[in-house]
């Protein structure tokens, strides 16, 4: 698949905890739906709200797995995205600029 929109189509809904594991989260043991990322405090909704999060130290959020990264990594959709295909073990590159802006 090389076209961006049905990438994303395809890992939009990826599991928000496989996410965080992929990016290197830390469960927080007192809040198992609490996770630490770089410098980031990122909570995982659960049931209904599986695909949202929260920060809780910048008071900001969203949902799916994509603004997920990039709330993470700081980093545009494409970017996103081509870090979720690595996840799932695709090789894509989308781009050879980098879009992170950290």
Known sequence: ????????????????EDVVNFL?????HADPQRWKLHDKSVWLGKGNDCQRFYDHKSGKGGGGAIDLV?????????????RLSLMSGESL???????CLS
């Open 1 to 16: 698949m090389s076209n961006l929109h049905e990438m994303a189509n395809r890992y939009r809904d990826i599991s928000l």
């Open 70 to 82: 990039m709330y993470v990594e700081q980093c545009t959709f494409k970017v996103a995205v081509e």
């Open 93 to 99: 590159r989308l781009s050879r600029r980098v879009f």
């Open 24 to 28: 290197g989260g830390d469960r927080d």
